[in-house]
């Protein structure tokens, strides 16, 4: 069983940053696959960003690349997402997701997309003033 625990979201206005982090508690937190996703009030849950076990491969959403860092330590078994540039419409609930060792092959065509994700946090919110 993985437990996710989100951190570091807050209020800020735009063109602000905020780091957000994710702390997982299982034993082999590096063999999984990690991503951010997000919720804004009456939409749809969407995928942010989401990196490979090792860290070597991100994948980002068109609406915050080049914006958005996501990166993790596996020896602190840690998630973080690096917000910078933030947008009104960035606002949203923030959750941290982890897809099992076994979906591979699997994840690397679709890593974006929850039905990859077995475990979620509880989400942090964060919220972007004009």
């Known amino acids: 069983q993985v437990q996710l625990v989100e951190s570091g979201g807050g209020s800020v206005q735009a063109g602000g940053s905020l780091r957000l982090s994710c702390a997982a508690s299982?034993?082999?937190?590096?063999?999984?696959?990690m991503g951010w996703f997000r919720q804004a009030p009456g939409k749809e849950r969407e995928g942010v960003a989401a990196i490979a076990t090792g860290g070597g491969s991100t994948f980002y959403a068109g609406s915050v690349k080049g914006r958005f860092t996501i990166s993790r330590d596996n020896a602190k078994n840690t998630l973080f997402l690096q917000m910078n540039s933030l947008k009104p419409e960035d606002t949203a609930m923030y959750y941290c997701?982890?897809?099992?060792?076994?979906?591979?092959?699997?994840?690397?065509?679709?890593?974006?997309?929850?039905?990859?994700?077995?475990?979620w946090g509880q989400g942090t919110q964060v919220t972007v003033s004009s």
């Open positions: 997701a982890a897809a099992p060792p076994f979906a591979g092959g699997s994840w690397i065509r679709a890593p974006l997309e929850q039905y990859k994700y077995n475990y």
């Open positions: 299982v034993y082999t937190y590096g063999s999984y696959y």
